[in-house]
C-alpha cells in the first residue's frame, strides 16, 4: 500500500491513469473514460471531472475476473464469453466527488473497475465509469489505500 501522499490522476484526453507519488509517476495505466463525454449530469452516463477520492475499495479478497452487480460479487466471468454486457470486474474503488459539480459521482455509481471489454481500453466506451484491465485495476487496488485523491480532467 502506498503512503497517503499518493494520487491520482486522470487524462480524458490521452485515457491514461497515472498513479504518482513524491517522487513522480509511480505506475500509468490504459483507461476507457465514458463514451458519451464528460459531465456530471444524473443519468447521462457521463464520466465526471473534477477533484474526487476513492471513498470505498470493493473486491481485495475476490478473484481477478469476479462480476460484481451492485457491488457484490455474483460469479467469475468466463473471459470466452463475447457478450457486449457492461460488466463490472475484478475491483472497484468507489468514487466520491469533493466538488459542487460533481458532488452527485457516488450517487451516480461512477467507480474504477475492470471490465470484460478489455479490447475497448485507451478509447472513450464505458458508461460513465473509468474502466482498466482486470491486472491492472488489481494492481492499482494493492497499491492504494481508501480516501486516495483522483483528479479527473
Same mark, same amino acid.
Given at each position: 500500500?502506498?503512503?497517503?501522499?499518493?494520487?491520482?490522476?486522470?487524462?480524458?484526453?490521452?485515457?491514461?491513469?497515472r498513479?504518482?507519488?513524491?517522487?513522480?509517476?509511480?505506475?500509468?495505466?490504459?483507461?476507457?473514460?465514458? *463514451? &458519451?463525454?464528460?459531465?456530471?449530469?444524473?443519468g447521462? &452516463? %457521463?464520466?465526471?471531472?473534477?477533484?474526487?477520492?476513492?471513498?470505498? *475499495?470493493?473486491?481485495?479478497?475476490?478473484?481477478?475476473?469476479?462480476? &460484481? *452487480?451492485? %457491488? *457484490?460479487?455474483?460469479?467469475?466471468?468466463?473471459?470466452?464469453?463475447?457478450?457486449?454486457?457492461?460488466?463490472?470486474?475484478?475491483?472497484?474503488?468507489?468514487?466520491?466527488?469533493?466538488?459542487?459539480?460533481?458532488?452527485?459521482?457516488?450517487?451516480?455509481?461512477?467507480?474504477?473497475?475492470?471490465?470484460?471489454?478489455?479490447?475497448?481500453?485507451?478509447?472513450?466506451?464505458?458508461?460513465?465509469?473509468? %474502466?482498466?484491465r482486470?491486472?491492472?485495476?488489481?494492481?492499482? &487496488?494493492?497499491?492504494?489505500?481508501?480516501?486516495?485523491?483522483?483528479?479527473?480532467?
Amino acid at each position: 500500500m502506498q503512503p497517503p501522499d499518493t494520487r491520482i490522476e486522470i487524462c480524458v484526453s490521452t485515457q491514461k491513469l497515472r498513479l504518482l507519488g513524491p517522487e513522480g509517476v509511480i505506475a500509468e495505466y490504459p483507461v476507457s473514460t465514458s *463514451k &458519451f463525454g464528460l459531465g456530471s449530469e444524473e443519468g447521462s &452516463f %457521463r464520466t465526471p471531472t473534477g477533484d474526487f477520492e476513492i471513498s470505498q *475499495k470493493i473486491g481485495e479478497r475476490e478473484p481477478e475476473l469476479t462480476i &460484481f *452487480k451492485s %457491488r *457484490k460479487p455474483i460469479g467469475l466471468w468466463d473471459p470466452s464469453d463475447r457478450s457486449d454486457e457492461d460488466l463490472v470486474l475484478s475491483r472497484i474503488l468507489r468514487l466520491d466527488g469533493l466538488q459542487e459539480d460533481n458532488a452527485n459521482t457516488r450517487d451516480r455509481f461512477i467507480y474504477i473497475h475492470g471490465t470484460n471489454q478489455e479490447h475497448l481500453i485507451g478509447t472513450p466506451a464505458s458508461y460513465g465509469c473509468i %474502466r482498466m484491465r482486470n491486472t491492472d485495476v488489481a494492481d492499482l &487496488f494493492a497499491r492504494v489505500p481508501e480516501h486516495t485523491p483522483v483528479s479527473i480532467a
